[in-house]
């Protein structure tokens, strides 16, 4: 599977920011593949480029449509259906995280025909799985985990291998959800595979390596969260990390999407995760805290970082603020 | 979905007898429901019903040929297709309990048509799913977990039912995977359903009901699992049991399939699992425990669920040797 350069993100008429983490992450990371958003009537949001619609990105020479949105469920609303005609009529590939697949509605497939475009269903794994074997692997890895849902592991996980890169360490980063793969061109989007398989494709992921390699894989969920703890655990067991680094957004109260259930404490994160990853590696430890502070000033989120640090006696930082420098520097 | 009794089970040229848990448990479970078994060349195990060709149980009246084998990754061996043919030919459905889909070969299909028998894919979830809520729900709910994989929590959840059934309490088994769905003729295959929906799909498996309404959920795999520990977790938060039972197969040193690995205690199991449960049931309790002591005498058997009975202050029986009475009891 390649995603054909450069992108349009099509956000449509969003209203919550973190339901357009596909578009912004392909934004914020791989500006250099991104044409311009397109937004429609009634959207309140943005990931801070360039705005265009279907006629002009294709002027500016987009080659892929990218569905930049996401809802729980993964549904495909066929108030998008003629949005996504158009850029097929226009030259564009169509590329979607979505539950739903593109390929199962026929009047998307003709169009694909017709128009000699691909649909592109990047969340549905076209890899043939095994179960699981708990076999330990050659090769080092780092896997973030968080006490929550969306609070930032991809991003921890992006920003790490940028340092490690920058301190000229051998690393790559493994893709487990719609945004990374959008990121990355490859990897597998864990919540998609069939429970039974959900180990053995996490262990897929990264394979035996040499042994001063790093791979730095994108956690999914929380083994507190009711309803994705299962995604998380069977990807921990099969990540077999060495490294965890524990991600975290201060502005949370409750699990996302569920206004009734309890936040886990930073604590309970460290101690959840350690006693899970033991099982499939002894050696586990917490490398790092990563926290996402964007919903206090640049000075109230480092003194929260530095009074973690000392708390925990690990690296704490915001990577988007501050880098992921003293996280990478322990992994040296 | 509706399987057509009674039913010839498939047993192939299988050696291992838990590899033909699926036909072993419709013959102990509903022997009215089965004519006898198959079994070719080579095969040495049984389910000790009487042995019958595909004439000799079409002539007895057999309406579905079960597939009554399974393997790691579930996989239909095409060695199996003529078989299968001859008994569609003869005027039987077909019923897999396979990953692989009968109906995703051309062969078997054309046959189905042809002969106007079904292909019954009994572990591919019919339903759509949302995902996990964490919502309490009325009524209460039992869920069966392991120390291991295979160590009895289908059979110690029908022996709960059917003891519950002679109390006079109103209970339901809710299957959860291929045997299970075979004797209870409904349920979801926990297993095969794609990841993010494990506790969704776990949660609309025991819905809201009287509150006196006991559902007894069968479990699948174990926490302490390192391929299947996801499956079993997504399951038990959407389960939100209020009551768990330990199962325990005295025969084992290591977790299924994985000669390396170590075998958790009891203790780990009961604390993992209340740990894991209070999630989403704050008040869930451990209320028994059942363990397989069909590896030695039933004196001996007996003499170590006194001694696991005492050292936990828990009901512990082997609930096909000695019925499970005593754990049911603790739920009137």
Redesign the interface.
């Known amino acids: 599977m390649q995603i054909a350069s450069p992108y349009l993100l099509f956000i449509g008429d969003t209203t919550n920011q973190l339901s357009i983490k596909m578009a912004c992450s392909a934004a914020d990371w791989r500006p250099e593949l991104c044409v311009g958003e397109y937004r429609i009537d009634g959207c309140t949001v943005s990931t801070g480029i360039k705005k265009l619609d279907i006629r002009q990105a294709v002027a500016e020479g987009a080659k892929s449509f990218i569905l930049g949105f996401a809802n ?3 549904v495909l609303d066929k108030k998008w259906f003629p949005y996504i005609l158009e850029a097929m009529e226009q030259g564009m590939d169509i590329v979607s995280g979505l ?1 739903d697949k593109l390929t199962d509605f026929p009047e998307l497939v003709a169009k694909a025909e017709q128009t000699q475009q691909k649909l592109l269903d990047i969340r549905q794994p076209k890899l043939e799985f ?6 330990k692997r050659t090769g080092k890895r780092l896997l973030t985990v968080g006490t929550d849902c969306s609070v930032g592991k991809m991003y921890t996980s992006l920003a790490i291998e940028k340092s490690m890169k920058k301190f000229g360490l051998n690393v790559d980063f493994r893709a487990t959800g719609q945004c990374g793969i959008l990121i990355a061109g490859q990897g597998v989007a ?7 398989f ?3 494709a996490s262990e897929s992921l990264s394979p035996n390596n040499s042994p001063e390699h790093w791979d730095i894989i994108e956690g999914q969920g929380s083994l ?1 969260h ?10 921990l ?2 990540s077999q990390p060495d490294a965890l680094v524990i991600c975290h957004d201060l502005n949370r109260t409750h ?1 996302r ?2 206004p ?3 936040f886990p404490s930073i604590e309970t994160t460290i101690a959840l995760n350690l006693q ?1 990853a033991k ?2 590696n002894p050696n586990v430890k917490v490398v790092g805290i990563a926290v996402n502070t964007s919903s206090v000033s640049i000075e109230e989120g480092q003194r929260i970082c530095a009074q973690l640090n000392e708390q925990f006696s690990l690296p704490c930082v915001d990577p988007l603020r501050d880098t992921a420098d003293s996280i990478a520097a322990t992994l040296v």
């Open positions: 729980s469920g993964g539950h095994v179960t699981g074997t708990g076999v864990i919540d998609c595979v069939i429970s039974d959900l180990s053995g507190s009711p309803a994705f703890a299962g995604v998380s655990l069977g990807l067991h099969g699990m999407g569920l009734d259930s309890q899970a099982l499939t």
